[in-house]
């Protein structure tokens, strides 16, 4: 092989992206996305006001930082764009660990922690769920113990849900504080009722927020996302991006749903309409259902098998959903939750279902 550098690649596994859904025909509940469309139009919308030069400058971020600071209440200088929580994920790695540092997340949670743990030689512990599905304190102090580097924490996090309010987040930023670990909150699922930790930034010196459009905002194709620190952390965040940290049509995007923020609201709004109609029609079909603070539902199938037979029966009905999970959560799937009217062929498979 011609490139020998960094051996320690070899051992990394890595997939192209595409899950062989049908995304025409299918029911896309397996990846806590917008489940709805936005209107036919909306892109030749914001196509049709952009200026003549549009397509052949570079980017010209300055109306996003100054929308995004207006819309969450920070300065220009507390925020840098990213590509995705993802992107800014890979950023704090790549900027505050060395290899064998110790970094810390939950278990299970979003996939890419364990990838940039291995990617950036990073020793990381995994702090799992208790199986009540509450989080494990006791875990968590042990690991304080460690010395890590960084904790994060997605808030609420999925597929498991913890959330945590701004009073206990602010518990946990002085602890971390005290043994100098940067705190990261993963809010990825902001807008479905858990409380922000973005007043903590000026605060406590230690606290990163990470935030996206691919969620409540509905948007993951536009592979954008910000990191909120104070302004010294995030200057050197921003030291390792990209010439152009986002490209134009990304950007206008983002503006467009800014601008029309009662739009992303009311669709919210019917998220959670219908996450709570679902966990009392899938009670009713003997279905236990947890989550509160998000646009999913973990289901609990009783075992390993029946969570494997739900899956494929509605895999076969092109309805994807995600899971089972590994180890001692086998017998969960997650659903993403979209309104009502776009459910409507989950609920009717689901009665079609004998589960008893
Ligand atoms: C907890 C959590 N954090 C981050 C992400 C990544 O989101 P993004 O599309 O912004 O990279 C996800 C995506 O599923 C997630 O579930």
């Not at 030689?121 to 690991?143: M, P, T």
């Not at 498991?160 to 809010?187: G, H, P, R, T, Y």
């Not at 923020?261 to 669709?267: D, L």
């Not at 029966?313 to 994807?320: G, H």
Request: with cysteine.
């Amino acid at each position: 092989m011609f490139i020998q550098r960094k051996n320690y690649l070899n051992n990394i596994q890595r997939f192209r992206v595409s899950e062989g859904r049908d995304l025409e025909n299918g029911l896309r509940l397996d990846r806590n996305e917008k489940v709805g469309f936005w209107p036919k139009t909306m892109m030749s919308d914001i196509f049709n006001n952009q200026p003549d030069w549009f397509l052949s400058t570079y980017p010209e971020p300055s109306n996003l930082y100054s929308k995004i600071s207006n819309y969450i209440n920070v300065k220009e200088e507390e925020l840098t764009l990213t590509s995705g929580i993802d992107g800014g994920i890979k950023t704090l790695y790549e900027i505050m660990t060395e290899p064998g540092d110790l970094v810390g997340v939950l278990s299970p949670t979003y996939a890419m922690y364990r990838i940039y743990a291995d990617l950036f030689q990073v020793n990381l512990e995994e702090i799992e769920f208790k199986d009540d599905l509450s989080f494990n304190v006791e875990e968590f102090e042990k690991f304080l113990i460690k010395r890590p580097t960084m904790f994060f924490l997605p808030n609420p996090n999925q597929p498991v849900e913890s959330c945590f309010n701004l009073k206990e987040l602010e518990e946990m930023a002085k602890q971390l504080l005290s043994i100098n670990c940067l705190f990261v909150i993963d809010e990825a699922y902001h807008l479905y009722g858990a409380e922000t930790g973005i007043p903590l930034i000026g605060k406590y010196e230690n606290v990163v927020v990470a935030r996206t459009f691919s969620k409540g905002f509905g948007l993951p194709s536009i592979r954008l996302g910000y990191l909120v620190s104070n302004a010294q952390n995030i200057s050197l965040l921003a030291k390792t991006r990209l010439a152009h940290e986002s490209n134009s049509l990304s950007n206008i995007v983002a503006e467009y749903v800014l601008d029309n923020i009662q739009i992303v609201n009311e669709y919210n709004a019917n998220v959670i309409i219908s996450r709570e109609y679902t966990k009392q029609f899938l009670k009713k079909h003997k279905i236990k259902s947890y989550g509160n603070f998000g646009n999913y539902l973990l289901l609990d199938l009783l075992n390993n098998n029946k969570a494997i037979n739900f899956v494929e029966f509605l895999k076969n009905k092109k309805i994807y959903l995600k899971g089972p999970f590994s180890g001692s959560f086998s017998k969960y799937v997650l659903i993403t939750i979209g309104p009502k009217e776009d459910m409507k062929r989950f609920y009717s498979e689901i009665e079609k279902l004998n589960l008893n």
